[in-house]
């Protein structure tokens, strides 16, 4: 009996491992990489496309979906009445509840612009106003909220309003608030306390998440500001390495400038972040090293202006990065580029990929062109090898970022939320 318990247990404990697993978070995945574990994608698709398993409606905007426990969150906007955090069954995209709020006001592209961060019991969102809320997920109610931007000083919204993808780090939820009176912020997940804020870093405000690397064993909370101007004239900006529990900046990079940088830092490994923009800024490596005296050295290692990323980050395989590089003043379409900077391949026009997202998984990507065709790929350095490809969104600037779970991929468009079956 002991033994067919303790049985009975372990597949309990495989089970609700493998649920946990399946999630999809936040923002670009559990390691907010566009990487996922799933096995068994399918290698060829139906003229038609993967089965369409359901469709909702949704408002315009650019935030993709989270899923955890069996649910969808994504955050939907009426630029005329406010922000609305909707939670939808994954099964079958009955929606299950609403969290509207308030938050009136138009920018350039509106819509709703990031993506819900699951913790817990919690979700965690942010509007373009700067609203953070944190939701719990049994009541529905707010557990508590801050506004980012008029908190700590914001004046004028940026022109495309505040694109912030909140960042779970142990204890704390922290953002970039970009405001005079600090540039990135940390509350208590818990009780929305704040924690701490950090210095003002050099630099104009930007679009930039922060995220996570390491750097010698150690976690980095890596910032990137926004530069003043565009091309060789641009300057001011700066790439930032913060202690994740206090703020405290441990180095800066200040030889790259982007004008408008959205893409988050991308860790490499062995201490070295690629940090990509558009806005012709194109791409930077740098190494991060600590000293004998404890201190921070920063080296670059190449500079890049034919790879690039407008709006997500690269995707990073086998020593490899692709992205999306097509910008204002170029179009490179899909471009893949080796570890020490040598670009590949592109894409250019044929076919073109615009500010599209993308998820690796099963050695494959997933990746839509940024308007209506969704592709199946096979990541290789030796040119662009497409498996399948298929008309899944009415046309559109559909840049959402995409989300990989138990099979079925979600894409969001500007008029409709898509599940698909891509996987066995």
């Known amino acids: 009996m002991r033994t067919k318990a303790a049985l009975v247990a372990l597949l309990v404990t495989l089970f609700v491992v493998g649920t946990l697993a399946a999630d999809w978070p936040g923002y670009l995945g559990p390691k907010r990489d566009g990487t996922s574990s799933e096995k068994g994608l399918l290698r060829a698709w139906p003229k038609e496309g993967p089965k369409v398993l359901w469709t909702t409606p949704v408002g315009a905007g650019y935030g993709g979906p989270a899923i955890s426990g069996g649910k969808v969150y994504l955050l939907d906007r009426d630029d005329k009445v406010g922000d609305n955090l909707r939670s939808l069954d994954f099964a079958t995209g009955k929606e299950l509840w609403t969290f509207a ?5 138009r920018f350039d592209h509106p819509g709703s612009r990031t993506t819900p961060t699951v913790d817990g019991n919690n979700v965690y969102s942010l509007g373009p106003l700067g609203d953070l809320y944190c939701i719990n997920t049994s009541t529905q109610k707010p557990v508590w909220h801050k506004n980012v931007w008029k908190d700590l000083g914001g004046q004028q919204l940026p022109r495309w309003a505040l694109t912030q993808n909140p960042l ?46 390491k750097v010698g064993g150690e976690d980095h909370l890596v910032m990137i500001m926004a530069a003043r101007g565009f091309g060789r004239g641009a300057g001011g900006g700066s790439v930032n390495g913060l202690d994740p529990l206090s703020g405290k900046v441990l180095w800066t990079y200040g030889n790259w400038q ?25 791409s930077a490596m740098i190494k991060i090293q600590k000293t004998a005296d404890g201190s921070y050295e920063v080296t670059e290692l190449f500079k890049n202006p034919d790879f690039g990323a407008h709006t997500q980050p690269p995707v990073l395989y086998k020593d490899h990065f692709y992205a999306h590089y097509t910008i204002n003043e170029r179009s490179d379409g ?36 940024g308007n209506t065709k969704l592709y199946l790929i096979e990541p290789s350095p030796g040119g662009f090898k497409p498996l399948a490809s298929a008309v899944v969104l ?12 138990d099979g079925k991929l979600l894409v969001r468009g500007q008029k409709e939320l898509k599940v698909l079956q891509v996987a066995q």
């Open 101 to 105: 709020y308030d938050a009136p006001g």
């Open 258 to 282: 982007c004008g408008i940088p959205v893409p988050h830092a991308v860790d490499a490994g062995e201490g070295r972040l690629l940090i990509t923009g558009g806005y012709s800024a194109g």
């Open 334 to 369: 899909l471009v893949a580029m080796s570890m020490d900077g040598q670009v590949k391949w592109k894409t250019g026009q044929q076919p073109p990929f615009v500010r599209g997202g993308s998820v690796l998984a099963d050695g494959l990507m997933l990746i839509t062109d």
């Open 394 to 405: 009415e046309p559109g600037d559909n840049w959402a970022p995409l989300a990989l779970v």
């Open 168 to 213: 779970i780090y142990r204890n704390l939820v922290i953002v970039a608030s970009q405001t005079p009176q600090a540039s990135v912020v940390a509350y208590d997940k818990l009780t929305g306390e704040p924690n701490w804020q950090s210095p003002v870093l050099s630099g104009g405000v930007g679009y930039v998440s922060p995220s996570i690397v």
